[in-house]
């Protein structure tokens, strides 16, 4: 649906006078963003000053890349297109490790930089860089601005194509004269088109001679397993995931970004799968058929491309076609949004259902089964009275404690192979972000903060290593000054954690350049104007979750000391699911 709205107080066929920065500022208002993230500069400054008078939100942050990683996350939670800005030089350059996050994960950004007066380009102005050159790489598109009354169109342009096929972000470059520029503008220029304002926009279908194909598959299988990732989420295709599931007795695993396309307390949630597993890797080795949805199958889900072996059929549904057979042979590529594909593959095998049930009955079975095996034989971790703490007892502390809607956010790294491997989501839908896009260490604090933006009403956990949260902590001062009640967990280990279990795997006892000096993060976020609460005793963790996620007017930052051995860092009952020998470099 397509709604044209003029501007604010505009008489119908009467031009307006606005700067670029304030038609800007429009077409963003029109488009209905959230809080916006950024660090002004002279280049778009009538932007900000439309944004004051129009009551747009918009949170002064400490660091560029902070402010992109909010608006991902923002995005995350409400599929809306999260919005960031910067100036030129390096304001712009300071978003490139994020804006590389969102184009990978497939996250839509709407992200405006200023840049130079046109005609004072390349005579060395103040923090002059190749800017475009430098973030070409790292968003879908580049759309810069060279004439003030093609602003209207040109922020349509970014949303469509940030929300379209696979998600992404999109820079809006605005030169310093046209962001200042007045022009008449026409009010019918100003409409936004509601289809791109959103994920996911303009859904295609895949082949139905293709969808015949794998249903056919499907069908003639015993043992199918479905594999989800991140695009499940994407898509909105949760329903569609379980329906089938459901009819067809097909046991689900996920990735790390894919966890919450089934909610994971399901019976027939397998849990995850890839470089860590409870039970799923398991499953591929004896399933016949996998159904692989919305998912990459890059290296940390095929434990460097060796998970899946050679004659096991793969169905491959995903939005962008050059992604299938990528790392992995596909028997039937399925090209098309996931949630209208799996309704088609629904649709396909509605005959099948009861001879599905039957023949299937004992290997959905197992799921449950093995899962309660795997569970008492990680009890002693996950129940663990050790001090420093156990990072399985800090997890499995958070399983219990976090009500069905409420969102947690893993840096990445320790916290995010931690967080996917044990936390459990109650209900399916995004309550699980991981920056597994780029994994990328510093997402933590300002992921919580944009999630938190996006759901004021739930309570939002994040939990980064006490190097990450040194990267970003002065996002602690903004999500003060926003007033965002959600909770930091810093797992506190003196050290780069994975790095140094990394070390410790390959090289034995040898440590380089992975230690930290312990700080007491409690007693600076209280200097922040934070709750700060410090956790040593692994019986203290349940009340210290409680008290910060009940307080929901300042952020509270929990200090969690964890183990200090190496050997005890990584995930996993026993190290088994790494599999590290040296001369290997996992991520």
Known sequence: MTVATAPSGALPNTKMELSGGAALAEMLKLHRVGPMFGMGGFQLLPFYEAIREKGMTHF????????????????????????????L?????????????????????????????RDHSWKNMTQEARQIEILRPTVKEIIRVERVHRIPELVRRAFAVATSGRPGPVVLDVPEDVA???????????????????????RSRPDPESVKRAAAIIAGSKRPLLLAG????????????????EAQNIPVAHTISGKGSLACSHPLSAGIFGRYSRIANDLIETADCLLVVGCKLGEIATKRFGLIGPGLPVIHLDVLPEEIGRTTRADVALVGDAGLGLLDLSEALSGEQKTA????????????????????????????????????????????????????VVDGGFAGHWGGLLYDTKKAGRHFIAD???????????????????????PVVGITGDGGFNMTIGELETARRANAGLTVIVVNNAASGYVKALQHAVFGGNYQ???????????????FGCQGIRVEDPADLAAAIATGTANRDMPTVIDVIVTRNPARMLPGVDNRTLQIKKGDRPV
């Open 60 to 87: 002064l942050i400490n660091d560029e890349r902070c402010g992109a990683f909010a608006a991902d996350a923002y995005a995350r939670i409400t599929n809306r297109p999260g919005v960031c800005d910067a100036t």
């Open 357 to 408: 049930k039957a023949t299937r009955s004992e290997w959905i079975e197992e799921v449950p089964t093995r899962m309660a095996i795997w569970r008492q034989d990680a009890s002693d971790k996950l129940d663990s009275d050790e001090r420093p703490v156990h990072m399985a007892r800090l997890m499995n502390e958070l399983n219990h404690a976090m009500p069905a809607d409420s969102i947690l």
């Open 230 to 245: 991140g695009g499940i989420h994407l898509s909105g295709a949760h329903e569609a995931l379980r329906s089938l599931a």
């Open 513 to 527: 350049s992975s230690d930290l000096i312990e700080m007491n993060y409690a007693k600076i976020a209280e200097d």
């Open 89 to 117: 030089g390096p304001g712009a350059t300071n978003l490139v490790t994020s804006l590389i996050e969102s184009l990978n994960a497939g996250i839509p950004q709407v992200v405006c930089i200023g840049d130079t007066h």
């Open 436 to 458: 597994r896009g780029f994994a990328s260490i510093g997402y933590g604090l300002p992921g919580a903060l944009g999630a938190q933006l996006a759901a004021p009403d739930k």
């Open 180 to 202: 200042h520029e007045v022009f008449e503008f026409d009010p019918a220029d100003f409409w936004c088109d509601e289809e791109t304002a959103s994920i996911p926009a303009r």
